[in-house]
């Protein structure tokens, strides 16, 4: 559940949520603390709440990355997964057989990627 506006339940506020971020960022930039792409990233963050950076992670690790996950079901057991298709709120193990209607968790344990 989020909080709504105002009530952070505890919870830290991000400061590119907080008001005022925007002048934060530009003194940022103004002290040379952070290039102007930086401060167009976390402009873009602040407003938006996401921010696109094209190739930070190699294409190789996500080709890697993506090999793995399509092949989890030869590993059986060592995943874990949703278990909508039963109707139940617990996940189970992932079985032997390609299954793309389940979602996987914690995929970084058992992968080599």
Do not use: C
Request: negative net charge; charged residues 30%; without cysteine.
């Amino acid at each position: 559940m989020w909080a709504a506006p105002g009530d952070m339940r505890g919870m830290k506020q991000l400061w590119t949520d907080a008001p005022g971020a925007d002048k934060h960022i530009d003194e940022l930039y103004r002290t040379r603390t952070i290039t102007a792409a930086e401060r167009d990233d976390l402009a873009q963050f602040s407003e938006r709440g996401w921010v696109i950076w094209r190739n930070a992670i190699e294409p190789e690790l996500i080709d890697a990355f993506a090999r793995d996950i399509r092949s989890h079901h030869e590993r059986p057991g060592l995943f874990i997964t949703t278990n909508h298709r039963a109707n139940a709120g617990k996940p189970k193990l992932s079985g032997t057989t390609p299954d793309r209607f389940e979602s996987l968790f914690d995929l970084y344990v058992n992968l080599e990627s």
